[in-house]
């Protein structure tokens, strides 16, 4: 859901046109059923909603699903990207541990069809967040009509789109040839927690040989801390 940035898009909305949306088949849009995940589409999604804009390319900020569609768009739709930050990828097929990692998302999947994607979800909160998301701050609670939309997605997240995004591979030698200006970030909080999204950031900076900048928090903190969020985004958008 394009409203989880609203806090940090106001903060910008300063300096910056700020183009948030919600993906094919979440909250305000829409889909066809049946339909098949395919992240280089949902790249060319991103692509039409800057033309749809008024622009030819932007600045992106990604984040988790949205980092590894990025990470397509730098592969296969380089001419959209002025510049590019990638923070939190859960590509888990670069790490270490990638087939211990492939072994849960698949037991996660089994879940969602077999006892129904409320359990499943379950699995994989368990998973990604250590057992539950961060507690609500204040500023989250400006969010609250975002989050009950939001929860409306989980069905079709679980079922469709976990997988693709989790097993996708980046392409390293082709994003290094389409010469895109990228940075990979993390959080502090992920990182010390040696969540596995977060330690896909500093790989993928070694293996792209770019700059890798940390923000503050977790996972979702441009929602919980956003006066601490924003300045570190703003920094790494203006030092390209």
């Known amino acids: 859901d394009g409203g989880i940035y609203n806090n940090v898009a106001e903060r910008l909305s300063d300096k910056y046109q700020v183009i948030t949306y919600d993906r094919r088949g979440n909250s305000r849009s829409t889909r066809r059923n049946p339909q098949n995940f395919e992240v280089g589409q949902q790249a060319r999604d991103a692509v039409a909603v800057i033309k749809a804009a008024g622009h030819q390319s932007a600045r992106i900020f990604a984040n988790s699903g949205g980092a590894v569609i990025a990470l397509e768009m730098a592969k296969s739709q380089p001419q959209a990207i002025q510049s590019l930050i990638v923070h939190e990828p859960p590509v888990i097929q670069i790490l270490p541990d990638a087939q211990a990692l492939a072994v849960k998302y698949a037991e996660i999947n089994r879940t969602v069809w077999a006892d129904g994607y409320a359990k499943g979800y379950g699995e994989f909160v368990a998973l990604v967040f250590g057992g539950g998301p961060p507690p609500r701050t204040p500023a989250m609670a400006k969010l609250l009509d975002v989050f009950a939309r939001a929860k409306n997605n989980q069905e079709f997240f679980m079922q469709s789109e976990l997988l693709p995004l989790t097993f996708y591979k980046p392409d390293i030698e082709a994003i290094k040839a389409n010469k895109v200006k ?59």
């Open 182 to 240: 990228i940075k990979m970030a993390a959080g502090q909080v992920t990182l010390d927690k040696k969540y596995f999204y977060g330690l896909t950031a500093p790989l993928l900076a070694e293996q792209l040989g770019c700059e890798f900048v940390i923000f503050p928090g977790a996972h979702l903190s441009f929602m919980d801390i956003p006066d601490e969020w924003e300045p570190v985004l703003r920094k790494a958008l203006e030092n390209f």
